[in-house]
Protein backbone atom coordinates (compact mmCIF):
# COMPACT_ATOMS: atom_id res chain seq x y z
CA UNK A 1 0.00 0.00 0.00
CA UNK A 2 1.34 3.79 -0.94
CA UNK A 3 1.90 5.69 1.66
CA UNK A 4 1.78 9.99 2.06
CA UNK A 5 3.72 11.15 -0.32
CA UNK A 6 4.27 15.05 -0.56
CA UNK A 7 6.85 16.74 -2.87
CA UNK A 8 8.85 18.45 -3.09
CA UNK A 9 11.71 17.13 -0.26
CA UNK A 10 13.38 19.96 0.50
CA UNK A 11 13.28 24.06 -0.60
CA UNK A 12 15.28 26.84 0.03
CA UNK A 13 13.79 30.64 -0.88
CA UNK A 14 14.93 33.72 0.47
CA UNK A 15 12.62 35.53 3.41
CA UNK A 16 9.97 37.15 1.86
CA UNK A 17 9.26 34.28 -0.77
CA UNK A 18 6.30 32.31 -1.32
CA UNK A 19 6.48 28.74 -1.27
CA UNK A 20 4.01 25.71 -1.52
CA UNK A 21 4.51 22.41 -0.73
CA UNK A 22 1.92 19.23 -1.78
CA UNK A 23 0.85 16.10 -0.15
CA UNK A 24 -1.18 13.58 -1.63
CA UNK A 25 -2.76 10.39 1.80
CA UNK A 26 -2.88 7.15 1.88
CA UNK A 27 -5.93 5.99 -0.37
CA UNK A 28 -9.24 5.95 1.97
CA UNK A 29 -8.00 8.61 4.55
CA UNK A 30 -10.84 11.11 4.71
CA UNK A 31 -8.40 12.83 7.44
CA UNK A 32 -5.34 15.08 6.77
CA UNK A 33 -2.95 16.94 8.91
CA UNK A 34 -0.27 19.75 8.42
CA UNK A 35 2.35 19.52 11.21
CA UNK A 36 4.97 21.57 11.36
CA UNK A 37 8.46 20.62 13.12
CA UNK A 38 11.04 22.92 14.17
CA UNK A 39 14.45 21.29 14.85
CA UNK A 40 14.95 19.92 18.57
CA UNK A 41 11.02 20.09 18.73
CA UNK A 42 8.09 16.99 18.00
CA UNK A 43 5.80 18.14 15.36
CA UNK A 44 2.89 21.07 15.94
CA UNK A 45 -0.12 20.85 14.20
CA UNK A 46 -0.94 23.47 11.60
CA UNK A 47 -4.61 22.50 10.02
CA UNK A 48 -6.55 19.40 9.74
CA UNK A 49 -8.80 18.53 7.21
CA UNK A 50 -11.85 15.81 7.53
CA UNK A 51 -12.26 15.35 3.98
CA UNK A 52 -12.58 18.75 2.16
CA UNK A 53 -13.39 20.69 5.45
CA UNK A 54 -11.24 22.30 8.02
CA UNK A 55 -11.43 20.64 11.57
CA UNK A 56 -9.37 22.58 13.11
CA UNK A 57 -6.85 25.36 12.25
CA UNK A 58 -6.29 27.25 15.43
CA UNK A 59 -2.63 26.86 15.39
CA UNK A 60 -2.10 27.97 11.49
CA UNK A 61 -0.90 31.75 11.06
CA UNK A 62 -3.45 32.81 8.90
CA UNK A 63 -1.61 35.76 8.65
CA UNK A 64 0.81 34.23 6.00
CA UNK A 65 -0.14 30.25 5.67
CA UNK A 66 -3.21 28.96 3.68
CA UNK A 67 -3.95 25.37 3.27
CA UNK A 68 -6.43 24.09 0.91
CA UNK A 69 -7.91 20.38 0.06
CA UNK A 70 -10.68 21.19 -2.41
CA UNK A 71 -12.15 17.97 -3.91
CA UNK A 72 -10.81 15.60 -0.33
CA UNK A 73 -8.05 13.87 -1.36
CA UNK A 74 -4.61 15.58 -2.20
CA UNK A 75 -3.48 19.09 -0.27
CA UNK A 76 -1.69 22.30 -0.65
CA UNK A 77 -0.09 24.03 2.11
CA UNK A 78 1.45 27.75 0.97
CA UNK A 79 3.42 30.36 2.98
CA UNK A 80 3.29 34.02 1.98
CA UNK A 81 5.47 35.32 2.53
CA UNK A 82 8.24 33.76 4.34
CA UNK A 83 10.01 34.69 7.43
CA UNK A 84 13.06 32.96 8.81
CA UNK A 85 11.42 31.27 11.63
CA UNK A 86 9.35 29.18 8.96
CA UNK A 87 12.73 27.14 8.61
CA UNK A 88 11.59 23.61 8.98
CA UNK A 89 10.37 20.10 7.88
CA UNK A 90 6.42 20.53 7.14
CA UNK A 91 4.96 16.76 7.43
CA UNK A 92 1.46 15.57 5.68
CA UNK A 93 -0.26 12.93 7.69
CA UNK A 94 -3.41 11.08 7.48
CA UNK A 95 -5.93 8.57 8.85
CA UNK A 96 -8.82 7.00 8.84
CA UNK A 97 -12.43 8.24 10.08
CA UNK A 98 -14.36 4.92 11.61
CA UNK A 99 -17.91 3.89 10.55
CA UNK A 100 -18.98 4.91 13.45
CA UNK A 101 -17.53 8.87 12.71
CA UNK A 102 -14.90 8.21 15.61
CA UNK A 103 -11.27 8.96 14.70
CA UNK A 104 -8.96 6.37 14.86
CA UNK A 105 -5.95 7.52 15.95
CA UNK A 106 -2.86 6.02 13.92
CA UNK A 107 -2.01 9.16 12.08
CA UNK A 108 1.09 7.86 9.08
CA UNK A 109 3.18 10.38 8.23
CA UNK A 110 4.65 11.95 4.95
CA UNK A 111 8.21 11.77 4.24
CA UNK A 112 8.26 15.66 4.90
CA UNK A 113 9.38 18.86 3.65
CA UNK A 114 12.46 20.56 4.36
CA UNK A 115 12.16 24.11 4.41
CA UNK A 116 14.74 26.36 4.40
CA UNK A 117 14.30 30.02 4.58
CA UNK A 118 17.47 32.38 4.10
CA UNK B 1 3.85 25.15 30.99
CA UNK B 2 4.64 22.36 28.03
CA UNK B 3 1.40 20.36 27.39
CA UNK B 4 3.43 17.49 26.80
CA UNK B 5 6.94 17.42 28.24
CA UNK B 6 9.80 15.03 27.85
CA UNK B 7 13.87 14.67 28.71
CA UNK B 8 15.22 15.27 25.62
CA UNK B 9 18.46 13.31 26.62
CA UNK B 10 20.50 12.05 25.06
CA UNK B 11 20.39 8.58 26.69
CA UNK B 12 23.94 6.75 25.70
CA UNK B 13 23.43 3.22 26.70
CA UNK B 14 25.70 0.22 25.46
CA UNK B 15 23.66 -3.34 23.59
CA UNK B 16 21.23 -4.86 25.95
CA UNK B 17 21.18 -2.35 28.20
CA UNK B 18 17.25 -1.61 29.84
CA UNK B 19 16.33 2.29 29.44
CA UNK B 20 13.00 3.71 30.72
CA UNK B 21 11.45 7.46 29.20
CA UNK B 22 9.01 9.37 30.88
CA UNK B 23 6.46 11.52 30.15
CA UNK B 24 4.31 13.99 31.59
CA UNK B 25 1.11 16.20 30.08
CA UNK B 26 -0.71 18.61 31.64
CA UNK B 27 -4.45 18.34 29.98
CA UNK B 28 -6.38 16.11 32.31
CA UNK B 29 -9.07 15.48 29.60
CA UNK B 30 -6.57 13.59 27.68
CA UNK B 31 -7.59 10.41 26.78
CA UNK B 32 -5.60 8.53 23.99
CA UNK B 33 -1.78 8.17 24.45
CA UNK B 34 0.97 6.72 22.28
CA UNK B 35 4.95 6.70 21.66
CA UNK B 36 6.00 7.38 18.19
CA UNK B 37 9.27 6.69 16.99
CA UNK B 38 11.28 9.38 14.90
CA UNK B 39 14.83 8.06 13.48
CA UNK B 40 16.96 10.86 12.23
CA UNK B 41 15.85 12.78 8.80
CA UNK B 42 12.53 10.82 8.81
CA UNK B 43 9.09 10.89 9.71
CA UNK B 44 7.45 9.96 13.11
CA UNK B 45 6.03 5.99 12.68
CA UNK B 46 3.43 4.53 15.53
CA UNK B 47 5.73 2.73 18.10
CA UNK B 48 2.58 1.80 20.45
CA UNK B 49 -0.22 2.50 21.79
CA UNK B 50 -0.26 3.19 25.86
CA UNK B 51 -3.30 1.97 27.75
CA UNK B 52 -3.92 2.47 31.37
CA UNK B 53 -3.73 -1.29 31.84
CA UNK B 54 -0.17 -0.90 30.77
CA UNK B 55 1.17 -3.42 27.51
CA UNK B 56 3.75 -4.79 26.55
CA UNK B 57 4.87 -5.63 22.53
CA UNK B 58 8.23 -7.89 22.69
CA UNK B 59 11.10 -5.44 24.29
CA UNK B 60 8.85 -2.44 24.22
CA UNK B 61 6.70 -1.69 27.26
CA UNK B 62 4.33 1.17 28.25
CA UNK B 63 2.42 2.18 31.30
CA UNK B 64 0.05 5.39 31.75
CA UNK B 65 -1.20 6.56 35.72
CA UNK B 66 -3.64 8.99 34.91
CA UNK B 67 -3.82 9.79 38.53
CA UNK B 68 -0.31 11.76 37.95
CA UNK B 69 -0.40 12.44 34.10
CA UNK B 70 2.84 10.02 33.47
CA UNK B 71 3.46 7.88 30.95
CA UNK B 72 6.77 5.83 30.16
CA UNK B 73 7.97 3.71 27.91
CA UNK B 74 10.31 0.83 28.95
CA UNK B 75 13.16 -1.00 26.62
CA UNK B 76 14.92 -3.69 27.48
CA UNK B 77 17.65 -6.04 25.32
CA UNK B 78 18.54 -2.34 23.53
CA UNK B 79 19.79 -3.02 20.11
CA UNK B 80 21.51 -0.71 17.95
CA UNK B 81 18.61 -0.27 15.84
CA UNK B 82 16.55 0.74 18.73
CA UNK B 83 18.47 4.03 18.26
CA UNK B 84 16.15 7.17 17.65
CA UNK B 85 13.84 10.11 18.98
CA UNK B 86 11.07 8.69 21.31
CA UNK B 87 7.98 11.30 21.06
CA UNK B 88 5.61 10.76 24.05
CA UNK B 89 2.22 11.97 22.29
CA UNK B 90 -1.15 12.76 23.62
CA UNK B 91 -4.84 13.39 22.18
CA UNK B 92 -8.17 14.48 23.51
CA UNK B 93 -11.28 12.43 21.92
CA UNK B 94 -12.37 15.12 19.97
CA UNK B 95 -10.68 15.35 17.18
CA UNK B 96 -7.90 13.18 17.06
CA UNK B 97 -5.95 15.89 17.57
CA UNK B 98 -2.50 14.77 18.48
CA UNK B 99 -0.06 17.01 20.83
CA UNK B 100 3.60 15.64 20.63
CA UNK B 101 6.28 15.77 22.99
CA UNK B 102 9.73 17.82 21.68
CA UNK B 103 11.15 13.97 22.33
CA UNK B 104 13.91 11.93 23.84
CA UNK B 105 17.09 11.01 22.20
CA UNK B 106 17.83 7.22 22.54
CA UNK B 107 21.68 6.18 21.33
CA UNK B 108 22.52 2.73 21.48
CA UNK B 109 26.02 1.65 21.76
CA UNK B 110 28.25 -1.43 20.86
Known amino acids: EAGVAQSPRYKIIEKRQSVAFWCNPI?????LYWYQQILGQGPKLLIQFQNNGVVDDSQLPKDRFSAERLKGVDSTLKIQPAKLEDSAVYLC????????????????FGPGTRLTVL | RKEVEQDPGPFNVPEGATVAFNCTYS??????FFWYRQDCRKEPKLLMSVYSSGNEDGRFTAQLNRASQYISLLIRDSKLSDSATYLCVVAQEYGNKLVFGAGTILRVKS
Open chain 1, 27 to 31: SGHAT
Open chain 2, 27 to 32: NSASQS
Open chain 1, 93 to 108: ASSLVSALGHYVNEQF
